[in-house]
């Protein structure tokens, strides 16, 4: 699907990432969250990436969160954010400012946007943490949903494979 044939670097081979969902799995230090970044800077204008767990926004709203991810990606898709605001129980916070949610709340405006964008990658960087176990699993169910995307990637990295759902590849560090 997407490929980076051009590494100035050399401290990653060529990725091609296919449409569904890959995961990157390793222990703590072993690279995820580099990886993400490097592969962010490599699909900079078809990629949504984010720490989720939104540092530097202290002061902003969810729902402006949200309106500036729409702003930014022409794919953004309204009916779904509102599916994912009722089903990640967000619906009470989107006035707030984010200081005043928690950090599960938080990291769930960060994933609502995230899985809303469009973006033709989207990169999770632990999308679970900090998160109930009712939200865990739409965001499972989720991900199992895209599995299956012609066109679009979902890069999550974590410690573990995310149960349930079939990957299109799997990267171990």
């Known amino acids: 699907m997407l490929k980076h044939t051009h590494n100035t670097d050399n401290s990653l081979p060529v990725l091609t990432l296919s ?15 580099r990886l993400l970044h490097q592969l962010a800077a490599t699909y900079a204008q078809q990629v ?9 926004q202290d002061n902003d709203t969810a729902q402006g969160c949200w309106d500036a991810w729409q702003a930014r990606y022409p794919h953004f898709d309204d009916a779904l954010l ?20 928690s950090t599960g709340s938080r990291r769930k405006v960060g994933l609502a946007g995230a899985l809303a964008s469009g973006a033709m990658v989207t990169l999770l960087d632990q999308p679970f943490v900090s998160l109930d176990a009712a939200s865990i699993q739409e965001v499972l ?22 149960k349930g759902v079939d990957l299109a590849s799997l990267i171990q560090l």
Not at 48 to 56: A, K, T
Not at 82 to 101: C, D, G, P, V, W
């Open 19 to 33: 449409a569904g969902v890959t995961a990157v799995i390793g222990d703590e230090g072993s690279g995820k969250t």
């Open 48 to 56: 949504f990436g984010c720490d989720l767990s939104l540092p530097g």
């Open 82 to 101: 509102r599916q994912l605001i009722e089903a990640l129980n967000l619906s009470e916070h989107t006035h707030k400012q984010l200081f005043m949610l």
């Open 141 to 162: 169910g989720f991900l199992q949903d895209m599995s299956a995307h012609p066109t679009r990637a979902w890069v999550v990295a974590d410690y573990t494979v995310p």
